[in-house]
């Protein structure tokens, strides 16, 4: 599994791409629900504060590390229980951290099926070589 989520090479690839904006976008989703919790749960606004405030960093931490191999992408996943586990405070969570959790797991394998697409594609065309693509059809 874990040489399947082995990122491209490609410095803007689909998978990094699509990964890290679902990544940034539940560290918004995640500050929110924290705000909500500290005025739903007021008892408990420490245990909120700080199973939040580790879940946006180590989501930002991931965010940065997703091009040094596939287990950020691993560690992406794992982070996904806290996220929706923050159902617990703020019940809309089970519903949009779900929601997150299926999109950051369609984006790391349907980004690297685009990405493993597009590495073949340039091999084909490198190997034609540059002589190729510069021929015109006759009229």
């Not at 995640?30 to 960093?57: C, E, M, N």
């Not at 617990?88 to 685009?114: C, D, I, P, R, T």
């Amino acid at each position: 599994m874990i040489s399947k989520l082995a990122p491209s090479p490609r410095p803007h690839g689909a998978q990094r791409m699509f990964s890290a904006t679902t990544l940034v976008l539940e560290v918004c989703v995640v500050f929110f629900t924290l705000l909500a919790a500290h005025q739903l749960v007021p008892d408990q606004r420490a245990l909120s504060w700080t199973w939040g405030g580790l879940t946006i960093l180590a989501l930002l931490v991931v965010a940065g590390m997703l091009r040094r191999g596939a287990w950020p992408y691993l560690i992406g996943m794992v982070l996904q229980i806290p996220v929706v586990a923050l159902g617990l405070q703020v019940s809309a969570m089970w519903v949009v951290g779900s929601f997150f959790a299926l999109l950051y797991v369609y984006g790391v394998f349907k980004g690297n099926q685009l990405d493993r697409e597009k590495d073949a594609v340039d091999r084909r065309v490198l190997a034609e070589g540059p002589d190729a693509s510069d021929e015109a059809p006759d009229a």
